[in-house]
């Protein structure tokens, strides 16, 4: 099994980027992370780079990527995030969402936290995707709008869940876990991508691309298109298994 990354991060048309990631991985081993950091002035980019990077220093810690640990190290994330709003009163108010993929032995496992996504290809096609913590979600679910119309609803950025809000985040279960094979895919990514890049145009672009790269350049093309100056930062990472 081999494994091929790419990551793109863009401002947008905001003043400063609070969208982080970061990932490793080797053989059949990986950990990917994306954040979308909140709070404007309040820092939300220490947010969405704490959040990362302790989950990436902390999959290094554990024997196995199991649903107990995963959740476990989700929480702790959410507890430092907590812990520096307490500690400095320029970070009070930061916040962040996150999305993660571990794979080991195989096996893909995978957590989010707000309303950055997680997509999972299979021969080309899109099979599986996480859910929002948002109040459209919630409509989604109840069947009042498709899946697909959250992101033109009003309200899409009422986020339900994100780390450094609560205490507890209350999240007990995980998606199954996927049993990867060669020619999967998955893109992690922060709304500001999502909104722009429709899952049909996701799989047309996929299924022309022979690298992760040229997978998330085809992507980015169709968002700097359609974007119209008033557009927030915009993070996305691929990944290949061959």
Not at 202 to 210: A, G, R, Y
Request: hydrophobic share 35%; with cysteine; charged share 25%.
């Amino acid at each position: 099994m081999q494994i091929k990354t790419y990551t793109y991060t863009n401002k947008g048309s905001r003043s400063n980027n609070e969208d982080y990631c970061g990932y490793y991985s080797y053989d059949d081993y990986g950990v990917w992370v994306l954040a979308d950091g909140l709070g404007g002035h309040d820092c939300g980019e220490v947010a969405s780079e704490m959040a990362t990077n302790f989950i990436l220093d902390s999959s290094k810690e554990i024997n196995d990527f199991s649903e107990e640990n995963l959740i476990m190290i989700m929480n702790k994330a959410n507890e430092i995030i907590m812990k520096e709003q307490n500690a400095n009163i320029a970070h009070r108010n930061m916040k962040t969402t996150v999305v993660a993929g571990f794979l080991k032995d195989g096996v893909f496992r995978y957590f989010n936290v707000g309303d950055s996504r997680l997509y999972y290809f299979k021969n080309g096609c899109l099979y599986a995707q996480t859910k929002d913590h948002t109040v459209s979600q919630i409509v989604a679910d109840l069947g009042e709008i498709p899946t697909a119309g959250i992101r033109f609803h009003d309200d899409r950025n009422k986020l339900l869940k994100v780390l450094g809000n609560e205490n507890n985040l209350n999240i007990k279960k995980l998606d199954s876990p996927i049993k990867v094979e060669s020619g999967n895919a998955f893109l992690l990514c922060s709304d500001g991508f999502w909104e722009y890049v429709y899952e049909t145009e996701m799989e047309i672009d996929l299924v022309k691309s022979s690298t992760p790269r040229q997978w998330l350049e085809f992507m980015v093309k169709r968002l700097l298109l359609r974007v119209t100056g008033n557009n927030d930062n915009f993070t996305a990472i691929c990944v290949f298994i061959d």
